[in-house]
C-alpha cells in the first residue's frame, strides 16, 4: 500500500516539469475538508492509484495541449511497448495517436469541456505480439480546480477486437442468411414473365431494406442486384398462361418475413399454378387455395420457448387472382383481402377494382365473389402489394390517392431519364408505366416492406401489325351437318389470313373434329371461333354441355373416341373449361 499523496504520480516519470501538475491533482483529490476527513482522503488517493496502476484497461493521464503525460499504468506501457520511464508529450511516445487523430479529438476536450468516445480505432502493432487491433478511445477532461477550466485529460483505451469481431460474424451471417432468403424468395417467383400474345406485361419484386440499412441515399433499384443488404419477404406475382388466348395476373402477400414467408409463397405459387391448370374460375380458385393455406405448416417454436415442440398451422395471405379474355376484352377477378387493383382506361380514368373483395386466405371458409371490368385495348392495369404504398406515418388513403395520380400521368413514351436513379432498363410503354409507378412513391431507402409490382398493358394494333391479330366467329345450328358448314367456314376465313396451306388444312380437320364433338355429345347452341395473332392460331368451339371431355386411348373396335386424340395429335396444346352455361374445347397451332 502507498503510504503518501505521492501515490497517485508516476513515480518513473523523472521530468521535475510534471511534477506541478500532479501535485496539483493529488493534493485537489486528496485535500480534505477538515483535519479528521484527512484519512479517509488519504485512502480514497491510495484506492484510485491501485485502480488505475492494475487497471486492465490502459490509462493515461494528461495535460496542457501539448498533451504531456503525468501518468501511464502498466497496462498502456505494455501495449504500446513504452518503457517504465516513458515520459514527455503523448504524440512523441504513441506517434500513432497522432497519425489516428486521436489528439485532435484532444484538443476538442480542452476545447468542448465534453467526453469524446472513438468506438472503433484500429491499430497495427498493439500489446506485445504487435498485432492489429480494434480499440475504445475515450477522452474524458480533468478540471481543476472543480467547476474551473480544463487543464488535463484522462484517457482510457479498451482492446475490443473480439468483441468487434464476434459483431462482424454474426453480421457476416445474418447478410449470408438474408442472401439465401432472397434467392430463394428469386427462384419461387417467374424468373422470366410469360408475354402473352395481346398483353405487353412488365413486374418488379424489391425486397424491404435490413434493419441495420443507414443508407439513406441509395435508390431502390439497387434492392434487385444486392440481395444480402435486404430484408426478403412474402410478396409475388404471376403470369399464367391458360390457353385459348387467356391469361391469368396473380398477385399475392404472405403475412411476416424471412425464409419462412418465402417458403410460404413458393407454396402458395405452385397451387395457384395447378389450381389455374384446372381452369378453375377466380372465385372458386381462391376458395381452394383458402383451404390449402390453412393446412400449411406454420412457424415451430424453438428449444426454450414456453411452446417448445408445438407448430402453428396455417398461413396467412392476401391475393389478387384474375383472368383475361381476348376475345371480349374482359376481365374476370375475385380479391381476397388484397389491396385491390388499378385500371387505367384509354381516356386517362383511374378505376378501383374493388367489386370483388373477401377476407384473406387462411381466415376461413369463405365463398369469394367474382366480379367482371371491361378493358378496351390501350388500357393499363396495375396490381401491387400494401408494399408498394404503405408508409410509416402517413395515411393510406393519402398514399392510395397519390398512386392513382402518378398511374393517371404516367407516361407511354420515353422520357429523358437520370441513368442513375433506374439504370439501363428496357424502354416499352408498359416498363415506362412501371418504372414511373415506382419513381412516383418514391420508396424511401429505408423501408422495410417487400414490394411487388405488375403492370399489364393491352395494346392497341395499328396498321400492318393488327392485320396480325384477326378473328371470326359463327353459330352453328342443326344436326352433325353443322360439322361440314363449319369446316367450309374455317377454310374460306384461314385462307384468307394466309396461314399456309399445311397450317389451313391441320386447322380445318381440327374445326371439324370440335365441331362434331360438339354435335354428337354436346347440346345447342354451338359456336366457332378463330383467331389468329402474331405467333398462333386458336381454335375454339362451345356448346351448352358442361360435360368436359376426356383424352383416352380408343380401343380398335370402338367406333368414337378418336376426335380429341386426333386434335391433341395435330395441336400444339389443347384444353377445355366449363362456362357459365355449358363448356369451351379448344385447341392451338403455332404460327
Known sequence: MLKNNTALKN???????LDGFGDELTEALLRPADREDRVSGERVGVLLAAAFGTAPSAVALVRDHDHRVDFLNWAFRESFGLPVDACGPLAGLVPQFEQLGLLDALDHVYATGTVFTAPE???????????PAVLRVTCSPVHHPEGGPVTGALVTIVDCTEQVAAVDRLRAGERRHRYAAVALQRSLLPQRLSQPDDLRIAGVYLPGAADEQSDQTQDAWRRSSEPGE???GGDWYDVIPLGGGRTALVMGDVMGRGVHAAAV????RAAVRAYAAANLPPGELLLHLDRHAAELEGVAYAEGSISAGACDFGALATAVYAVYDPDDHVLTYANAGHPAPLLRLPDGVI???????GPPLGTGEWTWQEACVAVPPGSYLALFTDGLVERRGTDLDTQIGLLRRVFAGAPQLPMQRSAGRHGVRRAGPVDLVRDELLAGMDLPADHDDDVALLVVHVPRWQGQRAELFR????DLVGGTEIAAHARAFASGVLRSWHVGDDLCDAGVLAVSELVANAAIH???PVRLRLRRTDRRLIVDVSDGDDHLPRRRLADDTDEDGRGIGIVAALASSWGARQLDTGKSVWCEFGL
Not at 471 to 474: E, R
Open 11 to 17: 513515480s518513473a516519470l523523472g521530468d521535475p516539469g
Open 121 to 131: 480505432v484500429r491499430v497495427n502493432g498493439f500489446g506485445p505480439a504487435k498485432r
Open 230 to 232: 435486404f430484408q426478403v
Open 265 to 268: 409463397m413458393g407454396q402458395l
Open 351 to 357: 378505376v378501383e377494382l374493388e367489386g370483388a373483395g
Open 471 to 474: 378473328s371470326a366467329g359463327l
Open 522 to 524: 354436346g347440346k345447342q
